[in-house]
């Protein structure tokens, strides 16, 4: 289909997909892929509460969680819920850049404190 639609950008597409794919951790993770709230209900706390249940999952599971975004905006979000910043990338000619980050999962201990 990707084919019979951009027939000139195919390869330059299938380039960007692979680049992007090699941007994942190496090690077992979650890919949290098009996580967004409506810009109308951005700041209302709705994009935590969104999160809240896979964090606390991943964190049981002991699991890394590792997400894309092209918005510069959103790092400061991302970084209060624990990611980190990784890797500026641009694999799509012509495209924004694209930043990967990470959240490495939070350890708890018996007494229910974090470590």
């Known amino acids: ?6 027939p000139r950008r195919v390869r ?8 992007t794919a090699s941007l994942h951790p190496m090690e077992p993770h ?11 209900y ?10 809240a249940p896979v964090l606390k999952t991943a964190d049981a599971e002991n699991t ?8 510069p ?9 624990g990611f980190a910043l990784e890797i500026e990338a641009k694999p ?7 930043w990967t980050m990470v959240r490495r999962p939070e350890v708890v201990t018996t ?5």
């Open 1 to 6: 289909m990707v084919r019979m639609l951009f």
């Open 12 to 19: 330059g597409l299938y380039h960007g997909f692979a680049e």
């Open 30 to 40: 979650w890919y949290l892929g098009f996580v967004g709230i409506e810009p109308h």
């Open 42 to 51: 951005q700041g209302h706390g709705l994009g935590e509460k969104l999160l």
């Open 64 to 71: 890394l969680c590792y997400l894309e975004t092209p918005f």
């Open 73 to 81: 905006a959103t790092h400061k979000f991302y970084e209060r819920l």
């Open 92 to 98: 799509f000619r012509g495209a924004p850049t694209l």
């Open 111 to 115: 007494t229910g404190f974090q470590e």
